[in-house]
């Protein structure tokens, strides 16, 4: 067996379990707050949690991070879970901060009757004031040494809701002159008279990330609390509330941080992504444009390549840009191998073959995917007047050019032999129509000897009388730059990209008449593209997915 090199996650949790840690008590979770729709960075994280859950044997918990109602939604909560489960990973239990509400709030008790917590009166304008810089010490609130008696009765008002948002706040009474500024009393709780996607009105003080996410790890038995880098410094604050609460006979959480991984041409991050949406740069969060699980499902990627393109580039300790053409990589390398080949005209121009007969047509065989034999054939039809994209023909064509011009033949894919002969143009100039002639005897696999003549090209076609024309939703980047949020002066919204869609009408062949949503198709010499969910009986509607790397030769 090959010996797997492990990365510094799992070099972390050898460590451990070497250091004595049993496996059965290693546990994992994936801790998204529910204020907007998952991402491609997001993945990463689900593929690495959720993959150590696989390889260890251990369960990951779903852990809603919900402590800011201000910005939640049940309707997040749903989005996450779907795209969770679409990736292919499965949760051991969905949890949620908001179901620890009332034992945090009993811990901070204890935590004021200690003297470790006081409520702070001042405004957050004068707080900030005190706050220092990392090189200066900050100053004492006036409030930091209330009594117990007055900080218990004050919490307990907050939340009873005497007060008003922004006249009080809960503080941890740690160092005012820590070298880390998050170790500057940091904030508990605040009072936010919100309505909460789960506890209602129950609440109008929410716990702050900090407070909240290690003691929910804490409260799972988490035994490895990963995330991003930007959580480096807040680890040092993660321990200290640990230390106030942790009990000996328990697994004691540890946080440690991983590189966020972004993508270039489009921005990760939720809040972002909000205001795309928000401000309709965008169809919703899952337009096929967003960086988005579902805009990325709706765009035609599969579950496999996202895994794979997570597990591909793995975790790294700085923060990268990941070029997209890699993940295009991935869903070609998958679409490739399962995709079934049919044929699509995208921008026609007709052809008429004028020496086949009026009302004859034939249904001819075609592969379904030459990657995978058990795909089989099926027939498409032919007919004297297909269409051929329009920059397949070329009147006067350079001796490179690959394809139909006059008097030079090229194959019809499935089909014929064709020669241009002449063309047909509109008082403008523009071709109408081109007029071609076939050969006989050179249908594609009859084993004749005109079947096998060598000819310039190949050509995909549709036949007029049979195609059925869709809506094609062809995409370009969502942004101009490589790093459109990278800039210190402009705002990424500066470098959205205003061509990103182009729709079009084309033709497919008739086999795609009951092609249903997110069905993935190769459209012969064009690329990927998989049905919209806004296609109906009536009218078919296909997004492209991704382009093809190399034409296809006959
Ligand atoms: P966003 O800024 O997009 O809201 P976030 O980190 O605030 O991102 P969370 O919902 O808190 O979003 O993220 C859940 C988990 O996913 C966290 O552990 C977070 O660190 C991780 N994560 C978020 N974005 C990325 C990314 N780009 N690459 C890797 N992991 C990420
Ligand atoms: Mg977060
Ligand atoms: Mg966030």
């Not at 740069?281 to 393109?309: C, E, K, Q």
């Not at 394809?403 to 014929?416: D, H, I, P, Q, T």
């Not at 008449?513 to 296609?535: C, I, M």
Request: hydrophobic share 35%.
């Amino acid at each position: 067996t090959e010996e797997k090199s492990l990365n510094f996650i799992e070099q972390i949790i050898e460590e451990d379990l070497k250091n004595g840690l049993s496996s059965d008590k290693l546990r994992f979770r994936f801790p998204p707050e529910p204020n907007g729709y998952l991402h491609i960075g997001h993945a990463s994280s689900i593929a690495l949690n959720f993959g150590l859950g696989l390889d260890y044997n251990a369960p990951v918990n779903l852990r809603f991070d919900d402590t800011n109602p201000a910005k939640e939604e049940q309707e997040f909560v749903d989005a996450i879970k779907r795209d969770v489960q679409w990736l292919g990973y499965q949760w051991a239990e969905e949890r949620y901060a908001s179901d620890y509400f009332q034992q945090l709030y009993n811990w901070t008790i204890e935590f004021i009757k200690k003297g470790k917590a006081y409520v702070d009166s001042q405004s957050s304008e004068e707080m900030a004031a005190q706050k220092g810089t990392p090189s200066t010490p900050g100053t004492d609130s006036p409030y930091r040494n209330r009594s117990v008696e007055e900080n218990l009765d004050l919490f307990e008002r907050m939340k009873n809701g005497e007060f008003e948002e922004g006249t009080h706040i809960l503080r941890a009474k740690i160092d005012m002159k820590s070298t880390n500024m998050l170790m500057r009393d940091p904030i508990i709780y605040r009072i936010l008279k919100r309505h909460h996607h789960r506890t209602g009105n129950d609440w109008c003080i929410y716990p702050m990330y900090d407070w909240a996410h290690g003691e929910s790890d804490y409260i799972e038995q988490i035994s490895h609390s990963f995330c991003t880098l930007e959580f480096l410094p807040h680890r040092e604050l993660y321990d200290w509330f640990l230390d106030q609460i942790y009990d000996e006979n328990k697994v004691r959480p540890k946080q440690r941080e991983f590189a966020r991984r972004n993508l270039s041409h489009t921005v990760v991050s939720k809040r972002k992504l909000a205001q795309l949406v928000s401000e309709n740069h965008v169809n919703g969060w899952d337009d096929p444009r967003m960086s988005t699980i579902s805009g990325l499902r709706r765009r035609g990627y599969t579950a496999a390549a996202l895994r794979n393109f997570a597990n591909g580039i793995g975790i790294a300790k700085r923060d990268n840009l990941i070029d997209v053409s890699l993940l295009e990589f991935y869903i070609r390398e998958d679409l490739n191998k399962t995709a079934p080949r049919v044929m699509a005209v995208l921008d026609p121009v007709k052809l008429v073959i004028t020496n086949y007969p009026q009302e004859k047509e034939e249904w001819l065989d075609a592969e379904n995917n030459p990657e995978d034999e058990s795909a089989g054939f099926r027939k498409v039809p032919f007919s004297r007047e297909i269409y051929i994209e329009r920059e397949d023909f070329m009147e006067d064509a350079p001796s490179k050019f690959f394809r139909l011009s006059l008097g030079k033949e090229v194959r019809l894919k499935n089909a014929y032999i064709i020669k241009g002969e002449n063309v047909i143009k509109d008082a403008d100039g523009n071709i109408t129509e081109i007029h071609a002639t076939y050969d006989t005897q050179s249908l594609s696999g009859s084993g004749t000897e005109a079947s096998q003549r060598k000819v310039s090209g190949t050509l995909h076609w549709v036949s007029i009388a049979h195609a059925i024309s869709a809506e094609v939703r062809l995409y370009d980047r969502l942004f101009t730059d490589e790093a459109p949020d990278s800039h210190k002066e402009k705002d990424f919204l500066e470098f959205v990209n205003p061509d990103s869609l182009k729709v079009v009408t084309g033709f497919v062949e008739p086999s795609l008449k009951e092609a249903k949503n997110e069905d993935k198709f190769q459209f012969q010499r064009l690329g990927y593209f998989t049905v919209d969910k806004d296609s109906t009986s009536e009218k078919l509607v296909f997004n492209k997915t991704v382009g093809l790397k190399d034409d296809w030769a006959e």
